[in-house]
């Protein structure tokens, strides 16, 4: 059975699907098998592995609104163990034609059920808000990891997001934890890095991971090739430090890690 994961932020910017575009290529390489669900209309983590949002016939929108299966839409990405199921603008219509649906909130949850079993993880990469579509998210997953940027705002928002996760938590999926908050864009050369992850460590410490993602220009050029960091820059520091995060999470749920030789189980 599956470990469902959702990635998610409203904030816009903070490194959510360089998030759950490099640790589920992290994960894929620990080969675990993962599915990455792309929830997010702008369909970046679909084109980040060079996939054509407009070019799929079917994605998960049709799948949230009953017209595809998951097994339909999934698609094969250059890491062997990792798929995913792509999405574009499409999924835009997806809360407006759910509003008067019964237990619109469970569609994911339920639509996921059949891939389950075919996976180790399953990563979701939820869109920049509150909305339908991040509390279908959250009612499907057993957790969320929260990247939060090391920038003056960063601490915004937060409070919200942790609401919403207390209320879905209390009324719609009572197993839903905090896998934990991630700190991204961290800059060794800039003071107001470390203030964010002074703050955090303050009110979170338990919640944050060791692992900190830094600033890295191949992380920001990744995306544009159609390739997680992994295959574009193995060497980097963002590829190193993602990969160390997929580690942290496999220690968590008590399995082995990765090896330096990247791809080999400890």
């Known amino acids: 059975m599956a470990r469902i994961i959702s990635i998610a932020n409203q904030k816009g910017g903070v490194g959510k699907t360089t998030t759950a575009v490099n640790l589920s290529a992290s994960l894929a390489v620990a080969e675990r098998r993962v599915l990455l669900v ?23 929108y049709h799948t949230i609104i009953g017209k595809a299966r998951m097994g339909e839409i999934v698609r094969q990405t250059e890491l062997e163990f990792l798929r995913i199921a792509p999405a574009n603008q499409e999924l835009i219509g997806a809360e407006i034609e759910l509003i008067n649906v019964i237990s619109r909130e469970t569609r994911l949850k339920n639509a996921l059920k059949e891939a389950a079993d075919d996976y180790d ?5 939820c869109p920049p808000s509150l909305g339908l579509l991040t509390v279908n998210a959250l009612t499907a997953s057993d957790s969320i990891i929260i990247p939060l940027q090391c920038e003056y705002y960063a601490m915004e928002g937060l409070g919200q997001l942790l609401k919403t996760v207390e209320l879905v938590t209390e009324n719609i999926n009572h197993q839903l934890k905090i896998e934990g908050i991630l700190l991204t864009m961290f800059d060794p050369r ?14 979170f410490a338990s919640l944050r991971f060791k692992t900190v993602i830094p600033r890295s220009v191949r992380l920001s050029e990744a995306p544009s090739f159609g390739k997680p960091v992994l295959l574009y820059d193995i060497t980097s520091k963002g590829a190193t430090s993602y990969i160390e995060m997929a580690k942290e999470l496999l220690l968590k749920h008590k399995e082995k890690g990765i090896t330096a030789n990247h791809g080999k189980k400890a």
């Open 190 to 203: 800039n003071n107001l890095s470390f203030q964010v992850k002074e703050e955090i460590d303050r009110h």
């Open 121 to 125: 993880y399953i990563i979701i990469d």
């Open 38 to 60: 792309d929830l997010d209309p702008q369909g970046n983590s679909t084109s980040g592995y060079n996939i054509s949002r407009d070019g799929v016939a079917k994605n998960i």
